[in-house]
């Protein structure tokens, strides 16, 4: 099946750093992909998501970059902040079915006063 | 709105009960997906819907019946639960298919 798979299962950053997560995809047809903020103990949280007509996307504090040449994209969010310790995961939408999601497992961020 | 919730929080059954969870949402969302969640592992879908009365299958629907009656619940049953049915359950909905998926805060099952 399709997959999405995160480079790094834990990472720690010092509050104030920006931090970087990094996800890989199998399927060079998949055309949508979100990232998700996971909190002990609570459901997924959309983070931010971006189109394969484009290569990089802003929010607040995040910026998504995806390379469809390498099949990769990353998280990136600007001065980390102890609030943003959580797991982090990339989702791809399954071209095979056009309605479904395959999820990475997730990068666990640690934020360090 | 209370977006998307999940009855009940927590549950733990005997190997072969049988037990039913309840997602509701708000939002007058179409899809609506169940999905569980264990160690190591990303999401994994178990079935959807893609609006009232249709169910559909997802990557491991095994042991699992689902069922959206209405349009705002979608219900996920184990007839006869088993140990590896140990997972956290989530329930997610969106507008559309391909689109953001909002979950719900989660069931924690322990079969044992």
């Known amino acids: 099946g399709e997959s999405v798979g995160l480079h790094l299962p834990t990472l720690s950053v010092q509050e104030g750093d920006n931090s970087i997560i990094n996800c890989a995809y199998s399927n060079s047809a998949s055309d949508y992909f979100i990232w998700y903020k996971q909190e002990s103990g609570k459901g997924p949280q959309f983070i931010i998501d971006i189109r394969s007509n484009m290569d990089k996307r802003q929010g607040q504090r995040v910026t998504v970059l995806l390379n469809k040449t390498v099949k990769h994209l990353s998280l990136q969010i600007a001065a980390t902040q102890p609030g943003d310790s959580a797991v982090y995961f990339c989702a791809g939408v399954d071209p095979n079915t056009g309605n479904q999601f395959y999820f990475g497992t997730g990068t666990s961020l640690t934020v360090i006063p | ?112």
């Open chain 2, 1 to 112: 709105n209370a977006g998307v919730t999940q009855t009940p929080k927590f549950r733990v059954l005997k190997t072969g009960q049988s037990m039913t969870l309840l997602c509701a949402q708000d939002m007058n969302h179409e899809y609506m997906y169940w999905y569980r969640q264990d160690p190591g592992m990303g999401l994994r879908l178990i079935h959807y819907s893609v609006g009232e009365g249709t169910t559909a299958k997802g990557e491991v629907p095994d042991g699992y019946n689902v069922s959206r009656l209405k349009k705002q619940n979608f219900l996920l049953g184990l007839e006869s639960a088993a140990p590896s049915q140990t997972s956290v359950y989530f329930c997610a909905s969106s507008y559309l298919g391909v689109e953001t998926q909002y979950f719900g805060p989660g069931t924690r099952l322990l079969v044992l």
